[in-house]
């Protein structure tokens, strides 16, 4: 039987500027990216999330013809679709958010279809951390006793205003994914190792700190001797649009970890299973910011994943045999 | 025969603060660094550098214990000391430099030892690019033919006022080792997969970024199709101070590569030895930054560093079988 995996988080119109061109309304969202990942890895993906009025059904169609399970993506006929202007500076480290319109978003409440409820995986994408305790509220799991795996995301924005509901929500979560920048906000500590120890103290059995261009850093297993692994980011010459690649990390981390579960469920926990999961999140990442919006994670497949991966290997193998004096 | 490695750079005092404490007048200097990093792996080094009147016998003591050949070392009873006195922020990735006297380093103009001609590698340590030519010049190689290998620093000083005499050492360069902002204004380029490319342009055959705490990216190998790989560096937790780790870094990486040329002159360019190099070098430059000055390069042993060797493995390593879909 395959692994289900939930995605929760927005669907949304997205407009971009950066130093290599502009797109305006685009699909977006951090569910579009954390599904359409996930499918690339052949990974039963549900949807959870809410568009307006103004959302059409090319785009539907789109995450449809993909294998995405929409029956959770409820659309409300009372307003418009949530909507996210950006423009990402010269470095493309660094971008202003131009206009954040919640519209939909502002009220919705998620309520699992009762086909979803079964659901193995569970990712929670950048959302209010009340909205992202009351989806595990709903998840019965595979054997009624819960997900077997919450992989979670959250910003600065909710670390800020709600640190006692994400407080709560990192309690029920296994994997934590954040960049360098929110994991020294949550932990009050600059030293990246210290803010894991802290981080890891308030729920997540492991977690993920993504640094961009730097790669991401993992930590898991044992809390007093933790697995630490690096994995390179994919030293590209051309990155057009940043935007999802932070979710498109997120499902293939949480889409790798679901095809290992498939065959051994133990296995999806074992640190070494951790680091390839952080790899194949890399690797598609690596692809997402190829192009504007998902049109990358649209248009590829399984074989230029695998292309990737080898030169993942590549780019950080440490050649054996000299190294040792 | 041993190879012998000729590391050119300064002797100074330095001054640090850190979040984590301060110390006064201490040894330091680039061939300080690399000469001591390079005498980890039993690599022959010879210094080349100058000092003054104030340079206590202790510190000549210390080096020469450590088994650098000093007969390179000029006392300039003119003057006094290089020295550089600076402030890092608490972050550690940024300092300020609060004083730099040049003193006995304004007028040094280095002259060989007879002995030191037949060096097979040189370090050229942060220096004017004109004083750098001005040593190539002099060294005539093991067979006569000049230096096996040249590896080379700079730096942003140099890079803005000094672009022709630097663009004249870098085409005498092997190897150059810069940090990420260097490789940006050097190129010209903010990519770094662009910036590798134009600097590799300029002469050296190999690029070593820097990156501090991300690591640091190696370009070698065929132009077209560049050999790229990315070391991890050390997660430590607590970060004493970062003066030399650059320094450090260069005498591990050529020091390395030197241990190989011993073994078979032309393993060492090849790209599986420079990966090697990198790594010798982020350990050993993850050792440095554990102390005051050059304290733990003096206490430490090869077993120490082996050690973390294995660690670099274990942090690094992508699980092999799994990934590929």
Redesign the interface.
Known sequence: MSLSLLAVGTVAFDSIETPFGSAERILGGSATYIALAARL??VPVRLCAVVGRDFPDAHVDELASRGVDLEGLVRDPDGDTFFWAGRYH??LNNRDTLATHLNVLATFKPVLPEAYLDSAIVCLGNLDPVIQSEVLDQVKGPDGKGPALVVCDTMNYWIGSAPEALAETLKRVDVLIVNDAEARELSGE?????AARVIRAMGPQTLVIK?G???A?LFCGDTARPT??????Y?????HDPTGAGDTFMGGFAG?LAR?AEGDPAAASDP??M??AV??GSALASFVVEAFGPDRLLEMD?SD??ER??D??R??????G????
């Open positions: 890895l052949g010269f470095d600059p030293n990246l190792v210290r640094k261009e730097h790669g850093l630490v692994f690096m994995a390179p980011a030293p590209l010459e051309d990155i790798h290992i070494e299973a680091k390839q790899v194949v399984v994943l695998d991966l080898s993942f290997h780019l950080s193998a440490i050649p054996a000299l190294v040792a004096l």
